[in-house]
């Protein structure tokens, strides 16, 4: 089954602490892409990757850290620089050329304890 | 910069039609989409639609495009209790970062 996997469904946070949410494609896609959502608003982006070694910073990309050394993996590092990190983070991917669709993984709830 | 609104409720009886609206602001959108989020989960895509279509038909589903005031809607037939989810509008441009700008989201309650 080709898809877009994240891994884990929920996690959970001390503050001051790094944490890493996987994201691994077998679509074969170039891009992928991080996205968090807050309630009631729709998805900003983090960063983005439109192909293997190398990204770039979305919207919102002060404390959040990426690395793109696999085309399948695209893990997202939330940092303690981030002042708000409990959200919905959801992963995506699409074919890099033409207009096809984005792919989403389920998603990661992260909370701060 | 890109700027994709949408109105924050809805509620239809089941049976009835859903006339779910977007508006967005990137002249340069090429391509247009419909997802769909139950709770807890990721987004699934429904339908989307190339700039140089107006309309765009699958099974219960209905995409209209007016370019010219830069509208989106989405119209389900017949919705069911399973359509309640939250429905998010996105744009992609075809230069750039090619990454989809989202609304916030249109929550669609189906009333029994």
């Known amino acids: 089954d080709g898809g877009i996997t994240q891994s884990p469904k929920y996690l959970f946070r001390k503050e001051g602490q790094n944490v890493t949410l996987s994201c691994e494609q077998n679509?074969?896609?170039?891009?992928m892409y991080w996205y968090r959502q807050d309630p009631g608003q729709g998805l900003r982006l983090i960063y983005y990757?439109?192909?293997?070694?190398?990204?770039q910073k979305g919207d919102i990309a002060e404390g959040y850290s990426v690395s793109r050394e696999k085309k399948e993996s695209f893990p997202l590092t939330v940092t303690s620089a981030q002042k708000n990190p409990t959200a919905f983070y959801l992963c995506?991917?699409?074919?890099?050329?033409?207009?096809?669709?984005?792919?989403f993984g389920q998603g990661t709830r992260l909370t701060v304890v | 910069g890109e700027d994709v609104e949408q109105s924050l409720f809805l509620s239809v009886r089941e049976g009835d039609s859903s006339v779910i609206n977007c508006t967005y602001t990137?002249?340069?959108?090429?391509?247009l989409y419909w997802y769909k989020q139950e709770p807890g989960a990721g987004l699934q895509l429904l339908t989307y639609?190339?700039?140089?279509?107006d309309m765009k038909q699958d099974q219960r589903l209905t995409v209209l495009l007016n370019k010219k005031d830069k509208h989106l809607s989405l119209r389900i037939a017949d919705t069911q209790t399973g359509d309640s989810a939250i429905y998010f509008c996105?744009?992609?441009?075809?230069?750039?970062?090619?990454?989809?700008?989202f609304g916030s989201g249109t929550r669609l309650q189906v009333q029994p």
């Open positions: 990757s439109q192909i293997v070694n190398d990204f």
């Open positions: 990137d002249s340069s959108s090429t391509y």
């Open positions: 639609i190339f700039s140089n279509m």
């Open positions: 995506a991917s699409s074919a890099q050329d033409g207009g096809t669709e984005a792919f």
């Open positions: 679509l074969n896609h170039d891009a």
């Open positions: 996105a744009e992609r441009g075809d230069t750039g970062r090619r990454a989809l700008t």
